[in-house]
């Protein structure tokens, strides 16, 4: 059945076919239909301190706003990221910005985090049915300069702590000029260090832990990696989400729309997110770990574990394969020992 939607739906622009997918999923899940298009999966996690059902996530991106994540939520995710989201709503990048590549499983993006801004997202979590886990991806203003970056987070943070299980902190989008640049060096543990601080303040106050993620850019050397790795244990972070989407292109070189700016991810992107997991892993043993990057398959979501993710999230591939990738993962993955 998602066979025969996807050939309709990619006929279309893929900013629009995006939209009214999602809007076709919402009124599935008002009709009561949206559980029967996945598969719930058991098998029960325990890390960060958190309770996932099953190992397989949604990545953020694919719900900038919490505006679907009743009916995303019914697809049998083991938890479900939305965002990223910003202080003050922001239109992005003009369109066209949303390409797909299907001879490379690929897309590429240039959305720029388009947002209708934190506090519409805390709206809509709020108002949600959707019991599981919830992770929560924030990130900065396009207008607000990269010295300033840590305000924009901070005003981020204090919004969702009280709505998230966990808070991702975006570091490593290529289409918010310079914000790549917080990801490395005095930039990296000012912030890092700054929003431990408030976080660990916030989890005081509340009474409740709110683990910290940093989600990290494929487009790194191995030194770099490891000096990544050395302010995320620094500093106390949670977790570390490997990768975004990347800058390179040769993957897709000479296919139409290859040379579209923006991020690239799907199936070019798996070996560079598992040589980041890997590098990862041999640095941080006991860091959890969200793998994510061309993950297509049952056996490429198994590539990640042995790569050393404890858990994944789709974006490309469930664009391209549908619900069905979602059991397809979560069931490779039950009993899966390293």
């Known amino acids: 059945m998602y066979s025969l939607a996807r050939s309709l739906l990619f006929r279309l622009d893929a900013e629009k076919a995006h939209g009214l997918a ?12 949206a559980k029967t298009l996945g ?14 059902p099953n190992r397989v996530g ?8 919490a505006d679907h994540l009743d009916a995303l939520g019914a697809l049998g995710f083991g938890f479900v990221e939305v965002g990223t989201v910003t ?15 299907p001879e490379a499983g690929a897309i590429i993006n240039r959305m720029g985090f388009n947002n209708a801004g934190v506090d519409h997202l805390i709206a809509n979590v709020k108002a949600s049915r959707y019991q599981g886990v919830i992770g929560i991806n924030i990130g900065k ?8 970056a840590v305000d924009d987070y901070l005003h981020c943070l204090n919004k969702v702590h009280a709505h998230a299980h966990y808070i991702t902190v975006n570091i490593s989008s290529p289409n918010t000029p310079g914000l790549r640049n917080l990801q490395f060096g005095e930039h990296l543990d000012e912030l890092l260090g700054t929003l431990r601080e408030a976080g660990d303040r916030l989890d005081r106050d509340s009474g409740r832990g709110v683990p910290l993620a940093v989600k990290i850019a494929p487009d790194m050397e191995a030194e770099e990696v490891g000096l990544v790795a050395r302010s995320l244990e620094a500093n106390r972070i949670d977790a570390v989400i490997a990768t975004n989407t990347t800058i390179a292109r040769e993957a897709v070189a000479g296919l139409v729309h290859g040379d579209e700016q923006g991020g690239l991810s799907g199936r070019p992107v798996f070996e560079a997110s598992n040589t980041v997991i890997r590098e990862l892993r041999r640095h941080l043993p006991e860091l959890p770990i969200i793998g994510v990057g ?15 993710a ?9 664009i391209y394969r549908g619900p069905g990738l979602v059991g397809e993962c979560a069931r490779a ?4 020992r390293r």
């Not at 598969?39 to 996932?52: A, H, I, K, T």
């Not at 949604?58 to 706003?65: I, M, P, R, S, T």
């Not at 202080?87 to 590549?101: A, E, H, M, S, V």
């Not at 061309?294 to 790569?307: H, Q």
């Open 39 to 52: 598969e719930r999966v058991d098998d029960p996690v325990e890390l960060m301190g958190l309770s996932f």
């Open 58 to 65: 949604l990545a953020a991106g694919l719900d900038k706003n």
């Open 141 to 148: 203003n396009l207008t607000t300069p990269v010295e300033q």
């Open 310 to 318: 404890d858990l994944v999230q789709l974006y490309s591939g469930f």
């Open 87 to 101: 202080p003050r709503p922001q239109d992005g990048n003009p369109k066209p910005r949303l390409f797909r590549l």
């Open 22 to 33: 999602l809007s076709g999923l919402d009124l599935a899940d008002r009709l009561g239909l």
């Open 294 to 308: 061309g993950i297509d398959s049952g056996e490429a979501a198994m590539a990640k574990r042995e790569a050393g």
């Open 333 to 336: 993955l039950r009993g899966w």
